[in-house]
């Protein structure tokens, strides 16, 4: 069985065909970020555009590689993200898939970054806790199986991902900011700067990064700041973002009792988060924490190919007609 996925979220467009013998045999990307880049961050209306214009060209791209017959079926991401960049690829799903006659799956884009790294890693098994850190979303999630998913804790505010492109903005790096701002924080050295951990110690398990934001902003606008001193605020508010995303997460393990950990999504490349991760995992838990290589953390249409092949598989249906779109769909609302 050959699935195609589609994937038009934000501003990556992302096709790619999973083979349920063979594993992934074509992953395509087209990025906008140096569209975007002017502008400083996402313009929604240039990316929903730069999604109708490049995946035809993507598309037939992979087509030169592969008989279009051989597809089984499409997969497309329905949500949550931009709407308009969502119908671009809902749109081109549908219709490509009714001239090929052929079913159309919609699936839930954060579904598909959670499940990511069982491209690679077959081993990782239900249940376990997942920390999700794109761009717009963090949270830890219970996985119990396939659909059934429990948000256990998520940012009243900023996402981790925001904070760090806001600081990095602030700092004067160039967009997109997170790598900008992680890469320099590897130049940074132990100084007499300590950042706050927002909501280390309550109870519950939400996140909170906007005042870590806003304490940060003061320290570069009351200083005059060199590259150094800019590279050691950079790296400690690294560390306060990766220790609290992690003090939280140790907190799910212990609460539901599981040792398995998946960390997904864009921030899930940070290089700092994944080494504590592992410390943490090894030192607490016995265990190893996945995570997929670099290459899969951003948005990407090997997820989304993948998803639509375990979520067909499992739910037996053979056709989804109506075009479906949700800007706003949440992990806890899936069947």
């Not at 006659?101 to 990511?116: F, Q, R, T, W």
């Not at 761009?135 to 940012?155: D, F, P, V």
């Not at 265990?287 to 090997?302: E, M, Q």
Request: glycine share 8%; net charge positive.
């Amino acid at each position: 069985m050959k699935v195609l996925g589609i994937e038009t979220s934000c501003d990556d467009t992302g096709i790619a065909i999973y083979d349920d013998v063979k594993g992934l045999l074509i992953n395509e990307l087209y990025s906008q970020k140096k569209i975007h880049a002017k502008h400083g961050g996402i313009v929604p209306e240039l990316a929903s555009r730069e999604h109708a214009k490049k995946i035809v060209i993507l598309i037939d791209k992979i087509f030169q590689k592969i008989d279009m017959k051989e597809i089984d079926f499409i997969s497309y991401t329905a949500g949550p993200g931009l709407v308009g960049s969502l119908l671009v690829g809902a749109t081109f799903a549908h219709s490509l898939g009714f001239s090929l006659n052929i079913p159309v799956l919609p699936v839930n884009h954060m579904e598909a970054h959670l499940l990511s790294p069982m491209l690679e890693f077959k081993s990782i098994k239900f249940p376990f806790i997942g920390l999700l850190v794109s761009g717009k979303h963090t949270q830890i999630i219970a996985a119990y199986k396939l659909g059934k998913y429990e948000i256990l804790g998520t940012s009243v505010d900023d996402a981790a991902g925001e904070a760090f492109d806001k600081v990095s903005k602030l700092l004067g790096l160039k967009y997109p900011n997170g790598k900008e701002l992680s890469d320099l924080a590897e130049k940074g050295v132990k100084s007499n700067l300590y950042f706050p951990r927002p909501m280390k110690n309550h109870c519950n398990l939400n996140f909170s990064f906007s005042g870590l934001k806003t304490f940060t902003a003061n320290i570069i606008k009351n200083n005059i700041l060199d590259i150094q001193e800019k590279a050691n605020i950079a790296k400690a508010f690294e560390d306060a973002v990766v220790d609290i995303l992690l003090i939280k997460t140790k907190k799910a393990l212990y609460q539901k009792g599981w040792s398995n950990l998946v960390i997904a999504g864009g921030v899930s490349a940070n290089k700092k988060l994944r080494k504590k991760s592992d410390i943490m995992m090894k030192k607490y838990f016995n265990s190893t924490v996945f995570y997929t290589s670099s290459k899969f953390c951003t948005d990407n249409g090997a997820m989304i190919a993948y998803l639509g092949f375990l979520r067909y598989k499992n739910l037996n249906k053979s056709s989804f007609l109506n075009i479906l779109v949700k800007p706003k769909w949440s992990l806890d609302s899936l069947l």
